[in-house]
């Protein structure tokens, strides 16, 4: 089943703060995040695995709640180089070994960032 | 190292056409993946291949195939062309010795159906 996110879109201006949440309905084992800029392909920001261990990359960061099946990501400080759209990606707990690095993406949160 | 390629980057088709989208990758990785994004939506999987000789269905495998008999190369067939087939499609390749460097895409192959 697909993870959904929220919000849907998010505009900022830059300097300012974004959290962007991906939610799942079933047990997680890991969750991937990735940024797609128009027209080009997905690139990958952060891998998360259970644990609830949270993870940085530059002024963005995530959280990985395995109790609320939820992660967020976090956007401290935004860039005009941050806007895109932003997808989680999932791979189920009870997929143990045979996941194979299968994702479910979620519907992606479109963030935008103005001068 | 160019890491994964796609061919064609655009191509329209005539309903009922058949066609195949290249993927070929040069990074040795074991795991190959076809999504199709529609837009404004997120990517579904169509096929998979965890190596040379197995492929696997994904969540929307219907109107396409896929093989695998090289390490380098996993294409992806439409046959009998239909507008719902409308999208972009991304091959990406993941290493299964280290997950935690996550997926990477190809650029992309856009496909109209008309």
């Known amino acids: 089943q697909q993870p959904v996110q929220s919000p849907q879109a998010v505009i900022l201006r830059e300097g300012e703060d974004a959290v962007i949440n991906c939610s799942s309905s079933?047990?997680?084992?890991?969750v991937h995040w990735y940024r797609q800029k128009h027209g080009e392909a997905p690139v990958f920001l952060m891998i998360?695995?259970?644990?609830?261990e949270q993870k940085g990359h530059e002024k963005i960061s995530a959280s990985f709640n395995e109790k609320k099946q939820q992660s967020s990501l976090y956007l401290t400080a935004s860039q005009l180089s941050y806007s895109g759209t932003y997808f989680c990606?999932?791979?189920?707990?009870?997929?143990?070994?045979?996941?194979?690095?299968?994702?479910?993406f979620g519907q992606g949160t479109i963030l935008t960032v103005h001068p | 190292n160019a890491g994964v390629t796609q061919t064609p980057k655009f191509r329209i088709l005539k309903i009922g056409q058949s066609m195949t989208l290249q993927c070929t990758q040069d990074m040795n990785h074991n795991y190959m993946y076809w999504y199709r994004q529609d837009p404004g939506m997120g990517l579904k999987l169509i096929y998979y291949s965890v190596g040379a000789g197995i492929t696997d269905k994904g969540e929307v495998p219907n109107g396409y195939n896929v093989s695998r008999s090289t390490t380098e190369d996993f294409p992806l067939r439409l046959e009998l062309a239909a507008p719902s087939q409308t999208s972009v499609y991304f091959c990406a390749i993941l290493d299964f010795r280290n997950v935690k460097n996550g997926y990477t895409f190809g650029s992309g192959t856009r496909l109209t159906v008309v």
């Open positions: 990606g999932t791979v189920p707990a009870n997929a143990g070994g045979t996941s194979y690095g299968k994702l479910t």
């Open positions: 079933k047990a997680l084992y890991s």
């Open positions: 998360l695995l259970k644990g609830g």
